[in-house]
């Protein structure tokens, strides 16, 4: 059975040794990386995303969710409702100037790391609210990692950018 390797990722020794010696290695169940990459990985699998569902959007979230699209297929399962349990926040919809303040205030109290998926054109840029009651764009608030446009954005949509920022975390995970 061959053996598919994964980037970064170095089976058995490396060099001279073959790809007969990487499939033994392989039964036997040694697997070698480095601890940056098996962290990054780690995180990556168990991201707790905390909801801050503020409008429209935050029903399709709910959705995504759910057992049709279910995102524990991704190691998401819980939504926290405390952000000193949660990781990823998920800012679902407009964001009043009322309610920056809290959002902040959420998002200082996720432990590190932490980030921001920004899901809805009215979170991410304002929307058709261009009003002095709605911020435009949560970005000015705290950092957002991934944008999620639409309105409001399908489930598949939201997975996707969730996806994306897996990506991101695997590629960019160094242990602080």
Request: hydrophobic share 40%; with cysteine; net charge positive.
């Amino acid at each position: 059975m061959p053996v598919e390797r994964l980037p970064g990722v170095h089976l058995g020794a490396e060099g001279a040794e073959g790809p007969d010696r990487t499939e033994e290695e392989v039964r036997r169940g040694i697997l070698l990386t480095t601890l940056d990459r098996a962290v990054s990985w780690a995180r990556k699998q168990s991201m707790w995303p905390a909801t801050f569902g503020l409008a429209c959007c935050a029903i399709e979230m709910m959705s995504t969710g759910a057992g049709h699209y279910d995102l524990a297929r991704w190691g998401m399962e819980l939504f926290r409702a405390s952000p000193r349990q949660a990781d990823l926040m998920i800012v679902a919809g407009r964001v009043s100037q009322k309610m920056a303040p809290v959002l902040r205030q959420i998002y200082d109290q996720m432990p590190e790391p932490k980030w921001v998926i920004s899901m809805g054109v009215c979170a991410s840029a304002g929307g058709m609210f261009t009003n002095y009651a709605v911020v435009q764009g949560v970005d000015t608030i705290v950092p957002v990692d991934v944008y999620v446009p639409g309105c409001p954005p399908r489930p598949e949509m939201l997975m996707h950018g969730i996806l994306k920022l897996q990506q991101k975390v695997r590629r960019e995970g160094r242990i602080r």
